[in-house]
């Protein structure tokens, strides 16, 4: 049976379990297992469960705790009585939050009482310092937004369950089909959530995961130094999306100011800057590294050819690690035709494309 923490909530790009067994298995090395673009974490979370001990992080809150969340969990009777502590205490709460202009996609998106037990968990998960409280927020953002009229187990209107929609669009098509929202109790969505997603057996050896930026890695796991053997990761793919548009609900569910204008630094458009940015990232992983190290990368873009791709990655590494620098395999290549990503923007069929590489570092 698929490990029941791997689709605790949806996210862009990510690896198939599959890929991660396959290069774990084919190497023969034995150290700590990193990715420092996690996501939701597949890459550690199946080292995990494979036996190996494994790190990573993000710079996305919502990839850091869902990640967070399945590599590091709390016992199930501690959720349990962590839920039954938030619901007892929900019932006094009273919300001073204003949703501004957005007031009315919030109207529209959650019923009332559905709406204020999400604000007061919003309010009141400490998910950043806290694992159980890491859990709780991870099985709300899965639970969120989805095709509510499909399931009794997501909290809003019709939404999909992959990607927040833009607050005007919904508003429209929520009111041109007078889709209204669903009345839900978050607490009894939660526990059961929590019963179906541990009738898995968590892995016995835990992981870290760290709310970061790949460029600081290093500063992050100072515990990790010349550990790492193994690495599996994604980086950002150039072209696409910067993993926040998307999630915008998530986001705000995690903390954020839901009228925050997404921030972008250009280096997911430009290929000077992501080529900038990929040394950077390696630069902030190298003092982790082991004599002898294992990379696996998929990378993918909007019309990035094999070779380009290829040679971004391999000069990239052998100018931040200044090491011997080897491809052991090259892998695959496969045209993504229908990423969320490009369900996002509109786009027509997409050139997005994946490739797959394998190097060696001594
Ligand atoms: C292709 S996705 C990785 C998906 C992952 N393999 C999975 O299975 O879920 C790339 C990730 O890189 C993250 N990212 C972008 N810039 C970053 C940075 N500077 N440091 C760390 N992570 C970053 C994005 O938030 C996104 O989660």
Request: proline fraction near 6%.
């Amino acid at each position: 049976m698929r490990h029941r923490f791997h689709s605790i909530c949806p996210y862009f790009a990510t690896f198939p379990e599959a890929f991660v067994e396959k290069h774990l298995a084919a190497s023969s090395l034995n150290g700590v297992v990193f990715d420092p673009f996690c996501g939701r974490g597949t890459a550690v979370f199946e080292s995990l469960i494979q036996g190996r001990r494994g790190a990573g992080c993000d710079i996305n809150p919502v990839a850091a705790c869902i990640a967070g969340a399945k590599c590091d969990p709390p016992a199930l009777p501690d959720l349990l009585e962590r839920l039954s502590l938030l619901e007892k205490e929900s019932i006094h709460y009273h919300s001073n939050a204003s949703a501004g202009n957005l007031s009315e996609f919030f109207s529209l998106c959650f019923a009332p009482e559905t709406y204020a037990q999400i604000l007061f968990l919003r309010d009141s998960l400490n998910w950043q310092t806290d694992r159980t409280d890491r859990f709780v927020a991870a099985l709300s953002l899965g639970a969120l937004h989805g095709e509510s009229h499909r399931s009794p187990n997501y909290f809003s209107n019709r939404m999909p369950r992959t990607i927040s929609t833009n607050p005007a669009y919904s508003v429209r098509w929520w009111r041109e089909n007078d889709y209204t929202a669903p009345v839900r109790d978050v607490f009894s969505i939660l526990r059961n959530m929590s019963h179906y997603r541990f009738a898995s057996e968590p892995p016995a050896f835990r992981g870290e995961i760290a709310l970061t930026d790949a460029r600081k890695a290093a500063e992050r796991f100072p515990h990790l130094l010349g550990q790492i053997t193994d690495v599996i990761t994604s980086p950002p793919y150039l072209n696409t999306t910067s993993y926040r548009e998307d999630q915008w609900l998530r986001l705000w569910f995690l903390g954020e100011d839901a009228e925050n204008p997404i921030r972008d630094d250009g280096r997911h458009h430009s290929v000077k800057k992501y080529r900038a940015f990929l040394e950077e990232s390696w630069a902030g992983v190298t003092p982790l590294l082991a004599d002898e190290v294992r990379i696996v990368v998929r990378i993918g873009g909007r019309k990035l050819p094999k070779e380009e791709a290829c040679e971004f990655l391999d000069s990239a590494l052998k100018r931040a690690t200044r090491r011997s620098v080897q491809i052991q395999d090259e892998g695959e290549s496969s045209l993504v035709r229908n990423t969320q990503a490009n369900s996002f923007l509109g786009s027509k069929p997409s050139p997005t494309v994946e490739h797959d590489f394998c190097f060696l570092l001594h």
